[in-house]
């Protein structure tokens, strides 16, 4: 079993920064496929970022050269670095983690764990 813990949502001006951090425990794969997914109130859960081994990244277009991915093996945790934030990005914020293989980065079903989720407000 997996248990995903986030951390770093809170409440940010637009044009601010947030980073949000999950950290990994229990029985995993060495540097399984991770996700961030978003899902705001009345709205279907969106994808937003993956990371699948080191150093290969997927991000949703809305995004891109804002958000940045990435991971620390040794301590089992995966970031999201968000820039930029704008009155468009408010959601509560999920990490995911596939199996050994990821297909579609993008397809919420391809992962199995999930954090409890952390809210991520940004004020105009």
């Known amino acids: 079993q997996v248990q995903l813990d986030e951390s770093g949502g809170g409440l940010v001006q637009a044009g601010a920064s947030l980073r949000l951090s999950c950290a990994a425990s229990g029985r995993t794969f060495n540097r399984p496929p991770m996700a961030w997914f978003r899902q705001a109130p009345g709205k279907e859960r969106e994808f937003v970022a993956a990371?699948?081994?080191?150093?290969?990244?997927d991000y949703t277009d809305s995004v891109k050269g804002r958000f940045t991915i990435s991971r620390d093996n040794v301590k089992n945790t995966v970031y999201l670095q968000m820039d930029n934030l704008e009155p468009e990005d408010p959601a509560v914020y999920y990490c995911?983690?596939?199996?050994?293989?990821?297909?579609?980065?993008?397809?919420?079903?391809?992962?199995?764990?999930w954090g409890q989720g952390t809210q991520v407000t940004v004020s105009s």
């Open positions: 995911a983690q596939g199996g050994s293989v990821v297909f579609t980065p993008a397809n919420y079903h391809e992962y199995i764990y």
């Open positions: 990371i699948r081994g080191i150093t290969s990244t």
